[in-house]
């Protein structure tokens, strides 16, 4: 297809498109998107495992994620490469490990609670926007430790505005910035971003006078942290990472926890088998397999982050150069027959049998690259859902399924996951 045709089929059928390229080319295939270098799809386990293993200056995945330096910064974990990328990553994983995801559990359950206890009972409504709400409000927790006051409300006030605009796959286009005289939506942007750096800024400034690194907050451990010749993280390394954790901690599971919703409304079976598991008070097992299921089945990233390849490298049999971009397509490894018998059906009970595979199942990506914040936003969905389904009955009006649409690098409900919640 011309250029412009597969941009279109990229944007519009994010699914349907390489799902129509795997049937018709096979498992490895490259597209063209207009005014971009070419992106060499892989689906192949074997060469996903390649993909994600080859050394870090040979394909670099921070530069294929360049277009969203505008809201995170550009000393993000996602945007680094090589010796910086790895330094930055020992830095923030510590925040999410151990005594510190203990640490927060009461504050999800307490935040989850008051969220769902104000949702609206028996109407037909999108609950994505609901999640969003709601994940918004913990992750605000969990990096600051705010639930209230006049710090946290214009933080959550210019976090929504900034979201709103750079989910908008067109607002980070070269074109959208040159408005003139200090008009249109970039510079409505632009200052919505200083309002929000103004707060965050301050916010590190008094921890640092206070002396503050106790507690489970994620910025009293970025405070805390030392770079290895004992020197303190930056204020500005601090605020592009805890930009980075705000965005790609609140979007993207708001918008998992989307997707399970709308898939347990259309599968009676899976339901009922969960609320009986939550009921009983049983282990995790279950619930673990469903959200395991929903990350297979509708991962929120269709592919992991694109690698540019910088030197010469050999995947699958054959030599790629630079600029061409490497992208593991996390949706048609997910929805590989021969790995997942009845690829499209909704069947946690996969997940009872077995644990998933490391280059399989891979919607946190994989490698040096897999998302530092897998484990917070797992155990972040098993508590919205046990608390959800604890306090209401999950219906639809809807039998047949929403379609996948683009929304920035996300795939979310078409409809916003339309649910009815009934109280019990």
Same mark, same amino acid.
């Given at each position: 297809?011309?250029?412009a045709i597969?941009t279109?089929?990229?944007?519009?059928?994010?699914?349907?498109?390489?799902?129509?390229?795997?049937?018709?080319?096979?498992?490895?295939?490259?597209?063209?998107?207009?005014?971009?270098?070419?992106?060499?799809?892989?689906?192949?386990?074997?060469?996903?495992?390649?993909?994600?293993?080859a050394?870090?200056?040979?394909?670099h995945?921070?530069?294929?994620?360049?277009?969203?330096?505008?809201?995170v910064?550009?000393?993000?974990?996602?945007?680094?490469?090589?010796?910086?990328?790895?330094?930055?990553?020992?830095?923030?994983?510590?925040?999410?490990?151990?005594?510190?995801?203990?640490?927060?559990?009461?504050?999800?359950?307490?935040?989850?609670?008051?969220?769902?206890?104000?949702?609206?009972?028996?109407?037909?409504?999108?609950?994505?926007?609901?999640?969003q709400?709601?994940?918004?409000?913990?992750?605000?927790?969990?990096?600051?430790? *705010?639930? #209230?006051?006049? @710090?946290l409300?214009?933080?959550? $006030?210019? +976090?929504?505005?900034?979201? %709103?605009? /750079?989910?908008?796959?067109?607002?980070?286009?070269?074109?959208?910035?040159?408005?003139?005289?200090?008009?249109?939506?970039?510079?409505?942007?632009?200052k919505?971003?200083?309002?929000?750096?103004?707060?965050?800024?301050?916010?590190?400034?008094?921890r640092?006078?206070?002396?503050?690194?106790?507690?489970?907050?994620?910025?009293?451990?970025?405070?805390?942290?030392?770079?290895?010749?004992?020197?303190?993280?930056?204020?500005?390394?601090?605020?592009?990472?805890?930009?980075?954790?705000?965005?790609a901690?609140?979007?993207?599971?708001?918008?998992?926890?989307?997707?399970? *919703?709308? #898939?347990?409304? @259309?599968?009676?079976?899976?339901? $009922?088998? +969960?609320?009986?598991?939550? %009921?009983? /008070?049983?282990?995790?097992?279950?619930?673990?397999?469903?959200?395991?299921?929903?990350?297979?089945?509708?991962?929120?990233?269709?592919?992991?982050?694109?690698?540019?390849?910088?030197?010469?490298?050999?995947?699958?049999?054959?030599t790629?150069?630079?600029?061409?971009?490497?992208l593991?397509?996390?949706?048609?490894?997910?929805?590989?027959?021969?790995?997942?018998?009845?690829?499209?059906?909704?069947?946690?009970e996969?997940?009872?049998?077995?644990?998933?595979?490391?280059?399989?199942?891979?919607?946190?990506?994989?490698?040096?690259?897999?998302c530092?914040?897998?484990?917070?936003?797992?155990?972040?969905?098993?508590?919205?859902l046990? $608390?959800? +389904?604890?306090?209401?009955?999950?219906?639809?009006?809807?039998?047949?399924?929403?379609?996948a649409?683009?929304?920035?690098?996300?795939?979310?409900?078409g409809?916003?996951?339309?649910t009815?919640?009934?109280?019990?």
């Open positions: 297809m011309p250029g597969q279109v089929g990229w944007w519009t059928r994010p699914t349907g498109f390489i799902d129509r390229c795997r049937k018709q080319y096979g498992s490895r295939f490259t597209i063209r998107l207009a005014a971009q270098d070419p992106f060499v799809v892989v689906s192949d386990p074997a060469e996903i495992k390649q993909v994600f293993t050394p870090p200056d040979v394909l995945p921070g530069e294929g994620t360049r277009i969203l330096e505008p809201i910064g550009p000393n993000s974990i996602l945007l680094l490469d090589e010796g910086p990328h790895m330094v930055q990553r020992k830095l923030v994983l510590p925040a999410f490990h151990g005594e510190r995801m203990k640490g927060l559990e009461p504050m999800i359950t307490e935040v989850t609670r008051e969220q769902v206890r104000s949702w609206p009972r028996n109407q037909s409504a999108p609950i994505h926007p609901r999640m709400s709601l994940t918004l409000e913990v992750i605000l927790a969990a990096v600051f430790g *705010l639930r #209230r006051g006049e @710090r409300d214009p933080l959550r $006030e210019a +976090l929504t505005e900034m979201l %709103d605009f /750079g989910m908008n796959p067109l607002s980070l286009l070269p074109p959208a910035r040159r408005a003139p005289f200090g008009r249109g939506p970039w510079a409505g942007f632009l919505t971003r200083a309002r929000a750096d103004e707060l965050i800024y301050s916010e590190i400034r008094d640092r006078k206070r002396g503050d690194e106790g507690g489970s907050e994620i910025i009293n451990s970025l405070i805390g942290a030392s770079h290895e010749d004992g020197s303190p993280m930056s204020d500005v390394e601090i605020h592009d990472e805890l930009m980075t954790l705000l965005v901690g609140h979007e993207t599971t708001a918008t998992q926890l989307a997707w399970t *919703l709308e #898939r347990l409304s @259309r599968e009676p079976r899976v339901l $009922e088998t +969960l609320v009986d598991s939550v %009921d009983q /008070g049983d282990d995790d097992t279950y619930l673990t397999a469903v959200i395991r299921e929903s990350l297979r089945l509708r991962p929120v990233l269709l592919n992991a982050a694109p690698r540019t390849v910088k030197k010469p490298i050999e995947i699958g049999g054959v790629y150069r630079p600029r061409v971009h490497m593991a397509s996390v949706w048609l490894v997910h929805h590989d027959p021969d790995i997942y018998p009845e690829p499209y059906a909704f069947r946690p996969r997940f009872l049998e077995s644990d998933p595979g490391t280059y399989t199942w891979i919607p946190f990506g994989g490698g040096r690259r897999r530092v914040g897998a484990s917070f936003a797992q155990l972040e969905m098993g508590i919205v046990r $608390e959800l +389904l604890r306090e209401t009955r999950v219906a639809t009006h809807h039998n047949r399924s929403e379609p649409r683009r929304r920035m690098i996300t795939s979310t409900p409809n916003g996951a339309e009815t919640l009934i109280s019990r």
